[in-house]
């Protein structure tokens, strides 16, 4: 079986995990710090901090922008469920804006359509989280235009997006979003196994979402309330979790991101056979924005039902059944049970039901062998014939 995605582990890789298992430090040691600094220097961003997932990170980002009860966050309803869920974690209310039919990301003028009914109604978000679907950017600068107008923070949902790039600039410097979170899940560009980080240009935001990652506990003297009782001593003075990342994990990403923009450009030289190869065949292949350089986590067609009958179910299980290991990014998240619970229904976001119904993701990841691909494709083509 061809998996849709595949991390890739070397020797170096496995070196410097054995060398903190031999250390004196398996979490909170010299590590994490590094990672963090590491990400903040490649991404062009004052501050970085790693937790032991993606989930974990915007949990931790909408809670140090001060997301609670009462109030709205607004996302994609093209993205893992992750990307919603954070917001009720806080206690607050979720709702979604379609996404554009070309690039799969939050639509502009539905997002600004949104915004202008909300202001009447006096429900404005208080966090806009865009999610770059596939590694390829939202429009920012538009996004960062309207939060000014409207009073709503920023967090860019950049799971599939780390080594890519809008407006020439790295994704992840925050120049147009309070915070950005990037996964470090084994499928993604790079891995830690398990694992995210936080970017931040905001010292506030980084000491609070600080706080957050350690159960709200500090030791340091001057934050704390009254005196210290000695070295030892340490106050909890907000209520937090325990999001850290192990001294392993930090260890793999640093040498995992030494080879991002190699896994990056082995993945572009994929998405341009996959372009060439797969041109005339009944499917809408992903859109690439002249403002964006994508760090093509995935790759996703749509069926094109104008040109074939044959649905994306049949689709798919013939390809599972040569052996190619699709799958689907996303199942809309307001249709799944849950959201359904809280009033959503199909039709409420008919941009992302439509491309959820004929959407299948075809392997794509670095270490994918041309064989690999032709096979692919050859099976695509028998499918589709």
Not at 7 to 21: A, E, F, P, R, S
Not at 197 to 219: E, F, P
Not at 262 to 273: C, D, S, T
Not at 304 to 330: L, P, Q
Request: proline fraction near 4%.
């Amino acid at each position: 079986m061809i998996p849709y995605g595949r991390q890739d582990i070397n020797q170096t890789d496995i070196d410097v995990v054995v060398d903190v298992l031999r250390s004196d430090f398996l979490t909170q040691g010299p590590q994490g710090p590094l990672f963090e600094r590491a990400i903040a220097s490649y991404c062009d961003v004052k501050f970085g901090l790693a937790v032991n997932s993606a989930t974990s990170a915007i949990h931790m980002s909408c809670l140090a922008l001060g997301l609670g009860k009462n109030d709205w966050l607004w996302t994609s309803p093209n993205s893992f469920v992750a990307s919603a869920n954070c917001g009720l974690y806080c206690g607050a209310k979720v709702d979604f804006v379609d996404i554009d039919l070309k690039t799969y990301n939050m639509s502009m003028v539905e997002l600004e359509k949104k915004l202008i009914q909300a202001k009447q109604d006096n429900i404005l978000p208080k966090i806009v989280m865009p999610v770059h679907f596939a590694g390829q950017s939202c429009n920012m600068k538009k996004i960062h235009s309207l939060s000014k107008e409207y009073g709503f923070k920023v967090i860019e949902d950049a799971s599939h997006a780390i080594g890519g790039k809008y407006l020439n600039q790295s994704i992840g410097n925050c120049k147009y979003s309070d915070i950005t979170v990037f996964s470090f899940h084994p499928v993604k560009i790079i891995t830690t196994a398990e694992g995210g980080v936080a970017t931040t240009n905001s010292k506030k935001l980084y000491d609070k979402m600080g706080l957050i990652r350690n159960h709200g506990i500090t030791r340091d003297e001057a934050i704390m309330i009254g005196e210290s009782d000695g070295d030892w001593f340490y106050q909890q003075i907000d209520l937090g979790f325990n999001y850290r990342m192990t001294e392993m994990q930090a260890a793999l990403g640093i040498n995992q991101l030494k080879r991002v923009d190699v896994f990056i450009a082995k993945r572009h030289k994929l998405q341009e056979k996959y372009d060439e190869l797969l041109d005339g065949l009944p499917i809408i292949r992903p859109y690439q924005d002249k403002d964006c350089f994508s760090s093509l986590h995935l790759y996703p067609i749509q069926i094109d039902m104008n040109k074939t009958n044959k649905k994306r179910k049949k689709v798919f299980s013939e390809m599972k059944e040569r052996g190619i290991g699709v799958n689907v990014h996303y199942i809309p998240i307001h249709i799944q049970p849950y959201y359904k619970q809280l009033g959503f229904k199909y039709g409420d976001f008919p941009n992302s039901e439509s491309y959820y119904k004929n959407a299948i993701s075809l392997p794509l990841f670095h270490l994918m062998s041309l064989e690999e691909q032709n096979t692919t494709i050859k099976a695509l083509k028998e499918v589709l014939s």
